[in-house]
């Protein structure tokens, strides 16, 4: 008697279990509605949620950051939203008071950097002083901030949304053995590079985190804290400057093109390289390259060939994405 009853319990339980669509993603109805800002920051969750999150991300991938003013379009996007996962550090000011405005009441703007550093080791520099309140934001460039970025991506996501919580966390996992394999990349490539040489001058300051973790010196950056274009003074000084150091190249980005850079390199007698970048992924969305870590392996590729270190060290990196290519994933162009 006692085993017929246990036979119809499990029939009754395998039948619910198969009404249940069983341990299957949910429906595309019920996947979080995850909304963040620049693309580099989406890529990272990107790495953590996968296609079980719906993911957007509203500054267009190429755009300044510093200055983007969303559309009322966004609006919209953020209405929808169930976590809005912004890197703070007074960033993206126009897009999280929208946030704050729209938002429904349950859900939750998620401050990344705030998160990650505390005051005293923000940095303020020449295109971030500390008399404008806004420490320099680019924390995502180097990638320990960025493992922490995902990590408190998993723990949000997990919160929200516990049944995938197996998927987040191996997600994070692997992103995590990732961003250790780049860090060690990165390591290897820039000790490649002569000591002299380890410096960085760049046009738009997004280095500044970086650096420091791989005996790098950020000597100087060109744009000026109004985003305007240095004075005639200050293109003199950066020349001198870049002379007394002995510098071989100095850095640009396609973001932020500038002829100034151009005047500083020839008048100095370095190479000017304008392709780093900070928050423009390369290749296409769902290219394989088109992901964070392909961001960092091509800038310091780029810097150490420039520099007089070895590139193959991380050229060949594998730049994919943990949950595959990011075809599922709406970030604004
Ligand atoms: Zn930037």
Known sequence: MKQVKLLIGLFVLSGLITACGGTAAPAASQKLNVVSTVSPITNIIYNVGGDRINLTGIIPEGSDSHTFEPAPSDAKILAQADVIFVNGLKLEEPTVKLAEANKKASAEIVQLGEQTITPDQYIYDFSFPKENGSPNPHLWMNPMNALRYAEIARDTLVKRDAANADYYNKNYAAFKARIEALDQAIKDAIASIPEANRKLLTYHDSFAYFAPRYGMTVIGAIQPSDFAEPSAKEVAALIQQVKDEKVP????????????????????????????????????????????????????????????????????????????LDKTVQQQQ
């Open 249 to 324: 190249a100095i850095f640009g980005s396609e973001v932020f093109p500038s002829p100034v850079l151009d005047q500083i390199a020839k008048e100095a007698g370095a190479v000017y390289v304008d392709t780093l970048r900070d928050d423009d992924l390369p290749g296409q969305p769902g290219d394989a390259n088109h992901s964070y870590l392909g961001i960092m392996r091509d800038d310091v590729a780029t810097m150490t060939k420039a520099l007089g270190g070895n590139p193959a060290l991380i050229a060949n990196f594998d730049t994919a994405n943990v949950p595959g």
